[in-house]
């Protein structure tokens, strides 16, 4: 199957810091990525969709300045975290769809603001 | 009310036993479905998708009910190794935005 790769695969930063994870789909193009938080034992929520060459759709509460999605290339999106704090402490993990309708996921980052 | 509903469990079943889930989905519109399995802190990987007519493979079976709107993932002769969280996902054609259900943990006793 299409793999996916993120880094990093976790972080540690201290509030107000801002972190930048990669996800790249490392054998497919993907025009379209998307970014995904899972707290504990609760379920991903789509945080946004990442468009190849466009800006990206955010989901409702999600801040579209907090959380910047850059989608440069058909192989890589980056979603940066600005100005973490504690409650921004997740799992992170990016999606890539291979037009297929099946989305094939990162490794995931694990952030931890201190 | 939320896209997708799952029983959040847990399911806890010997070895052999046969385990089935429910998912129900709330927008009629939706077009493909899908049963992701997760291991503890990993990523979701994808089971089986759903189709209309059923599908199996292996010792899992997936059947879609359009008309109540909901989804099923029977898992038979369960082995230890099934332990994990089992996402229903939804989607929508257009975007091609996914929606999880909580999803239901199972762990499978010897």
């Known amino acids: 199957g299409a793999v996916v790769s993120q880094h990093p695969s976790w972080v540690i930063c201290k509030s107000g810091t801002s972190v930048k994870i990669e996800c790249r789909s490392l054998d497919f193009q993907a025009t379209t990525m998307f970014w995904y938080r899972q707290f504990p034992k609760q379920s991903l929520m789509l945080m946004a969709t990442?468009?190849?060459?466009?800006?990206?759709?955010?989901e409702q509460g999600v801040e579209k300045d907090k959380f910047l999605i850059n989608h440069a290339s058909l192989t890589l999106s980056t979603l940066t975290v600005t100005s973490a704090h504690p409650e921004d402490s997740s799992f992170y993990i990016c999606?890539?769809?291979?037009?297929?309708?099946?989305?094939?996921f990162g490794p995931g980052t694990r952030l931890l603001v201190l | 009310r939320k896209e997708v509903e799952q029983d959040p469990g847990p399911f806890n079943v010997p070895e052999g036993a046969t385990v089935a889930f429910n998912c129900t989905y709330s927008n009629s519109a939706s077009q493909s479905f899908f049963w992701y399995r997760q291991d503890c802190r990993k990523e979701p990987k994808l089971l089986m998708s759903?189709?209309?007519s059923g599908n199996e493979d292996g010792r899992f079976t997936a059947q879609l009910n359009r008309a109540s709107q909901y989804i099923s993932l029977l898992i038979r002769d369960s082995k230890l190794s099934d332990s994990a969280t089992y996402l229903c996902?939804?989607?929508?054609?257009?975007?091609?935005?996914?929606?999880f259900g909580t999803g239901t943990s199972l762990t499978v006793i010897p």
């Open positions: 759903v189709y209309s």
């Open positions: 990442s468009n190849e060459g466009s800006k990206a759709t955010y």
């Open positions: 996902v939804v989607s929508l054609i257009t975007g091609n935005q996914f929606y």
């Open positions: 999606s890539a769809d291979d037009t297929q309708e099946t989305q094939y």
